[in-house]
């Protein structure tokens, strides 16, 4: 019979605590054990009307600041309990938490050039939806740069181009449509990436459960407004 040295002992118990620590990180345990978080329970509409409620405070520089504070700040440190996510632009002009009046623990946020679900967006959207966020928001917004160079068609350096092949769909879709090129492409984009989002098993069933809602939105830049598509 081998014995374990005090050393090796010490080595085996790091490795050990390491392990739970990337699976908590990963939010396995997050997942199987509730979040004791103070949040009121919301549908889907609530929590949309909730999100949109928040970016009338900020393009009215009326906001509150909610869940900023030290107390809020030590409420969270343990798990989160989102009420909505976001797949937004990686855009520096759309700070999502700023623009819909949010603070801490409150939004699962995703951001990528042109908002695009790639299935790493699409897998961290479903773990926002099993978190418990009831609304995916996808946020397209004025004057998208993704989106122009996707209208442009012209070769780009590095993997920008595996970016704009997601958006080409919708530059195809508005082809000689009536009204501004870049704003119909925007939007088109936008209602693309939620057909694949509705597209995955995991956001289907929350879905035929009404336990989640996606929708659309588009952010003007000048006014700090989030219009809801569709």
Do not use: W
């Not at 620590?21 to 889907?44: C, D, E, R, Y």
């Not at 949309?48 to 928040?54: D, E, F, P, R, V």
């Amino acid at each position: 019979m081998s014995f374990i040295s005090r050393r090796n002992l010490l080595k085996l118990t790091a490795t050990t605590a390491g392990i739970g620590l990337i699976t908590n990180q990963l939010g396995i345990k997050a997942l199987a054990t509730p979040v004791k978080i103070a949040t009121q329970s919301l549908t889907p509409d609530a929590a949309l009307a909730k999100l949109l409620a928040g970016n009338q405070r900020f393009a009215n520089q009326t906001t509150k600041k909610p869940n900023q504070g030290a107390f809020r700040l030590q409420e969270v440190a343990q798990g989160q309990k989102p009420f909505a996510a976001i797949l937004g632009c990686a855009d520096s002009r759309v700070p999502v938490e700023i623009l819909f009046d949010r603070g801490l623990g409150d939004l699962f946020t995703v951001r990528v050039a042109g908002n695009v679900a790639t299935p790493e967006e699409i897998g961290s959207l479903e773990y926002a939806a099993l978190l418990g966020a009831q609304v995916i928001l996808v946020l397209g917004h004025e004057r998208c740069g993704a989106v122009t160079a996707a209208l442009a068609n012209q070769p780009v350096p590095g993997q920008i181009g595996s970016i704009l092949e997601q958006i080409q769909p919708a530059i195809a879709a508005t082809k000689g449509r009536s009204g501004d090129p870049l704003k119909n492409a925007i939007i088109a984009n936008v209602n693309n990436q939620i057909t694949t989002l509705k597209s995955s098993p995991v956001l289907a069933k929350l879905i035929e459960d009404d336990k989640l809602k996606i929708v659309g939105g588009y952010y003007d830049l000048d006014t700090g407004l989030v219009s809801q598509i569709g």
